[in-house]
């Protein structure tokens, strides 16, 4: 039998750029964790997630935070958990720790999730992304599903000026392509 040794890689190899603007970086050091709401299950979940992390069930545009842990509602009754994994804190002890009150996945390998910061980042994503990005309207902590380009995404808002910029992983290039293009385009 040969000997096998799998070494994790990044979708976009660790991808960095800055802009005159603003600055656009891979971000593979997120774990993602989907988990699904059982029926009637809500009330469970959310004691659960507030008794191990006073992590509250984020709402339908707006994500929770705690702990080091970000919930980004992705459908009425499934979001995805965000986090910086650790020696204290692994994908495996998030998903044994939901597991009674939960259906969990681990979606780490499926996503790629760029950050786009700085102060041209707004007006970067006003030329692909058709959602009002206003302060005012769309604030820190604020979550969308939406389409960049012809590719499916997730935005949020993690402050003023930055963004995570999630889509499927299979599309990473195509997607940073759309991201990086249209930052190249609104440098000033």
């Keep these: 039998m040969a000997d096998i040794s799998l070494a994790a890689t990044p979708a976009l190899g660790g991808f960095r750029r ?22 009637d299950g809500e009330t469970a979940l959310s004691a659960k997630l507030d008794k191990t992390w006073a992590l509250a ?3 339908s545009t707006t994500t929770a935070q705690a702990n080091g842990l970000r919930a980004i509602p992705l459908t009425a009754d499934q979001f995805l958990l965000a986090f910086a994994p650790d020696a204290n804190r692994t994908e495996a002890s998030v998903q044994v720790d939901l597991a009674s009150v939960s259906y969990t996945t681990v979606q780490t390998d499926a996503w790629v999730i760029l950050e786009l910061s700085g102060k041209g980042a707004t007006a970067a994503l006003e ?34 000026d930055r963004f995570w910029l999630m889509s499927a992983r299979s599309s990473a290039a195509s997607f940073l392509h759309a991201v990086e293009t249209s930052c190249s385009w609104t440098a000033s």
Excluded at 133 to 152: I, K, N, Q, Y
């Design 18 to 39: 800055e802009f005159s603007n603003c600055s656009l970086a891979e971000r593979n050091d997120i774990a993602l964790i989907s988990v699904a709401i059982p029926r």
């Design 127 to 160: 030329r692909i992304c058709p959602i009002d990005l206003d302060v005012t309207g769309f604030p820190s902590g604020s979550s969308a599903r939406t389409v960049m380009e012809h590719l499916g995404a997730i935005i949020v808002r993690l402050d003023d």
């Design 57 to 59: 069930l984020p709402r």
